[in-house]
C-alpha cells in the first residue's frame, strides 16, 4: 500500500519558495515539504510570522512585500518549486471599491506571481526541472458578488498558470492551480465582519449562511488538505499533470 506523503512523494533535495508562509495555507505547505524532505523558504511580509516558520521547517525566511512589485521586475531566485499563495482580500460592492484597493489585490495575487515565475524560470529550464503552484480559488473559477478585485485577480492567476503550463512544458517545468473553497485561515476568519455587514446579519451565522451555501460539503476546508494535494502536484508522479485547476471545493464548481 502506497501511504500518501511517504516514498511517491519524497523531496529530499528539492527546494521549495512558499510565499504568504507565516499562517494558514503558506505555513500547512511549508510545514508538509518539509516533513517531506525539502529545503524551504518561507516568504510572508510578516517578518515575525516568517521567522517562526522558518524555524519550525528548519528553513529560511524572507521578508518581503510582494505588493511592491517594482522591487521584483530584477529578481531572479534559484528554487525547484514555486508556491504562489500569497493574498489578501477586501469586500465592497463595486460602486463603493476603493481604486487603490482593487489596484493593491492585483498587484499582489496577479503581478507578483507573473514576477516570481519570471524570476524562477530561468533556472528551473536550467535544470530542466520545476513546479510551480499557484494557489487560486473556488472565486478563480466562479463568481461571488463584492468581491470584484478577488475574483477578477484570481481569474487572471489562472490564465497566467496556463500559459506557464504551456510554455514551460518543453522545459520540465508544470504550473497548476489548486481552487479552494473557504480555508480555515485568519484571512477567511477576517471576512466574517465584513461579510455580516455586507449582507447584514449576526457574524455568528456568516459561515453556514454565506460561506458554505453553494458547496455540497458543509464545511470549511483545511489547510493541511490544499498542502498535501500541493506535495503531490510538486512530486515525481505529477510530471504529466500541467496546465490544470484542481477544485477542492466540497462540489460548490461543480453546480
Known amino acids: ?30 510545514r508538509k515539504f518539509a516533513d517531506l524532505g525539502a ?5 510572508d511580509v510578516n517578518g515575525q510570522a516568517a521567522e517562526r516558520v ?19 521586475e530584477e529578481l531572479s531566485l534559484d528554487t525547484d518549486i514555486l508556491i504562489n ?13 476603493d481604486p487603490d484597493t482593487f489596484r493593491l489585490v492585483h498587484r499582489l495575487m496577479v503581478e507578483s506571481p507573473f514576477l516570481l515565475i519570471r524570476a524562477v524560470l530561468p533556472g528551473m529550464y536550467q535544470r530542466g526541472f520545476g513546479r510551480i503552484i499557484n494557489i487560486s480559488s473556488v472565486h ?9 478585485a478577488y475574483v477578477s ?28 473553497a473557504y480555508v480555515r485561515t485568519p484571512l477567511v476568519e477576517a471576512q466574517i465582519a465584513d461579510q455580516a455587514r455586507i449582507h447584514s446579519i449576526p ?16 464545511r470549511l476546508v483545511e489547510p ?28 460548490w464548481s461543480a453546480g
Not at 39 to 43: C, D, Q
Not at 91 to 96: M, T
Not at 163 to 174: I, N
Open 140 to 148: 478563480g473559477l466562479r463568481a461571488s458578488a463584492f468581491k470584484s
Open 153 to 180: 485577480a484570481k481569474h487572471a492567476l489562472e490564465g497566467l498558470s496556463k500559459v506557464a503550463a504551456l510554455e514551460g512544458g518543453p522545459h520540465g517545468v508544470t504550473s497548476n492551480c489548486i481552487s479552494p
Open 85 to 97: 499563495n500569497a493574498g489578501i482580500q477586501r469586500i465592497n460592492p463595486i460602486q463603493d471599491y
Open 1 to 30: 500500500m502506497i501511504v500518501p506523503g511517504a516514498a511517491g512523494e519524497d523531496l529530499s533535495g528539492k527546494s521549495v519558495l512558499v510565499t504568504g508562509g507565516g499562517s494558514g495555507i503558506g505555513e500547512a505547505c511549508a
Open 54 to 72: 522558518a524555524s519550525l521547517t528548519g528553513g529560511e525566511a524572507w521578508v518581503v512585500d510582494l505588493s511592491d512589485t517594482r522591487a521584483l
Open 224 to 251: 493541511g488538505e490544499v498542502a498535501s494535494l500541493a506535495a503531490w502536484l510538486a512530486g515525481p508522479d505529477a510530471g504529466m499533470v500541467t496546465g490544470a485547476s484542481y477544485p477542492m471545493d466540497g462540489g
Open 203 to 218: 457574524e455568528d451565522e456568516v459561515v453556514a449562511s454565506v460561506m458554505l451555501t453553494e458547496s455540497a460539503v458543509k
Open 39 to 43: 529545503k524551504v523558504t518561507v516568504a
